[in-house]
């Protein structure tokens, strides 16, 4: 609902109040802000030409007082918005199973990759396709971030595309049924006989268990070495983290954390791991769950690192509901290495420093694996760890 009347003082009282518990306390300690919020109403009902929603005001009153602790991951979510991180978390989404990419060379949203057993492996949709048209909206690279929206929606409705397939030079016409989606945050392929890729782009419910069946694919197709891929991962979970730690390190330590009351945690593997030899990819935006992993396959001795010095973040958030369904999410601790050490604003150091030219940066995940420096020099390391 709009309205050119915004709230009234008492109101805004109420508002501030059900940021916290709703007490006396703290109305009375913020009785200064509900007179300049009252001023800034004053204001806006006097010469604001528009309508204001009563509801993005009061929802940006939230996201304002919790971005004043002056901390980059502390948040306030709204209901949709903490209604979507659940599931983005969870691995599951409604839509069609499809992951794209911009082609800056004709400035076109091409599909990368088409996911198993999706609707859109279904109705035919193909790698290499690009998409010209979705939900009657002609859409070019420009719409490339409203194109995921366009795509998602709920299970069993339906959504048009028009797609030009370069391979025959044909334009094809799409009627999708959207459905649940599992986004693989894990990918596997074997570089040769030797050598297996598994790449983790983020750290999500699904992923521990997206990694052990690309470790057993490892093993089923004899991989005598593994080139783990954490660049550009931001993290994620910290628990599936751990649990992948868990099957690569013998009996320790994983991680350690410690809140603002030095109330300290540790979380161990147990004895049951894969010893096959390992090269991790880190970058400056592998981050947080990936920094764990990084950081305790170092520190064990499981992996050299090769790339770049990871980017640093070495505190963890915690996601707490409130009542009305919105949420906030709050630096609550930071976490240590097994050896100690709290990488926050460090990062990570490679045991090889290579990086990308400039050119190879902008082309992303297109890069052909004789073209990426980085793996290649993974897999060089790899291979003399393999012949020790």
Known sequence: MKSKHIFRGAAVSLILGTIVLCTTAFVDK???????????????????????????????????FISGVGDT???????????????????????????????????????????????AEEAGLLPNDKI?????????????????????GEKDTEVEMTIFRPSDKTTYEFTLTRGNITYPTVNFRMIDDEVAYIQITKFEELTHSQFKTALEKSEAQNAKGIVLDLRNNP??????????????????????????????VEYYADNQ???????????????????????????????????????GKGVVQTVIPLSDGSALKLTTSQYFTPSGVCIQGIG?????????????????????????????????????????
């Open 30 to 64: 913020y009785q200064h802000v509900v007179r300049k919020l009252s001023m800034l109403e004053s204001v806006l009902n006097e010469y604001y030409v528009g309508d204001v929603d009563t509801y993005k005001l009061q929802e940006g009153i939230y996201k304002g």
């Open 73 to 119: 991951y502390s948040a306030y979510y709204t209901q949709k918005e903490y209604d979507d991180f659940k599931e983005e978390a969870s691995g599951i989404y409604h839509g069609i199973g499809i992951r794209m990419y911009l082609e800056a060379e004709d400035n076109s949203i091409v599909i990368k990759e088409v996911f198993e057993g999706s609707p």
């Open 132 to 152: 010209i048209k979705v939900a009657g909206k002609n859409v070019s690279g420009n719409d490339y971030t409203i194109v995921s929206s366009l795509v998602a």
């Open 235 to 264: 993290g994620g979970l910290l628990r599936i983290a751990k649990d992948i730690v868990d099957e690569l390190i013998p009996e320790g330590i994983i991680v350690s954390t410690k809140d603002k009351n030095g109330k300290s």
């Open 273 to 311: 791991y894969t010893d096959i030899p390992m090269v991790v990819l880190i970058n400056s935006r592998s981050a947080s769950a990936s920094e764990v992993v990084a950081g305790a396959l170092k520190d064990y001795g499981r992996a050299k690192m090769v790339g770049e010095t990871s980017y």
């Open 348 to 388: 990570i150091e490679p045991d090889v420093q290579i990086g990308l030219p400039i050119e190879k940066l902008i082309r992303g995940s297109n890069l052909e694996d004789t073209e990426d420096d980085q793996l290649q020099t993974a897999i060089k390391v790899l291979r003399q760890e393999i012949s020790e």
